[in-house]
């Protein structure tokens, strides 16, 4: 996505860390470098006022629900692959298999 148009930072670097910046999880450097170019590029800001309405809607419907203790290590260990550039694999190698489905119990007529 980019508006066409040249930007001190390129559309790809904002778009690529957006979340970091929805969730304040950057230096306040770089988020003056976001709002500025939320400022002169209108395609970037509708995607960022979009994943923030999704972040606050998925807040607002889940926000209070227990989530698995190791749940939040196994999706930081995601993003680094994929921000590594490693392949990840379709499947959590480290999941238990699923138990095979029982068969079921015969129907009486």
Sequence with gaps: MSCGE????????????????????????DCVKFEHHFEECSPCLEKYGLEQAVKKLVKRCCGHDD???????????RIELIRSGETVPEKDVTAAPASP???AAPQES
């Design 6 to 29: 040249p930007h001190e930072t390129d559309c790809s670097e904002i778009l690529d860390h957006l979340y970091e910046f929805l969730d304040r999880e950057m230096p306040d450097s």
């Design 101 to 103: 489905a029982t068969p």
């Design 67 to 77: 989530v698995p203790g190791d749940l939040r290590s196994k999706v930081m260990g």
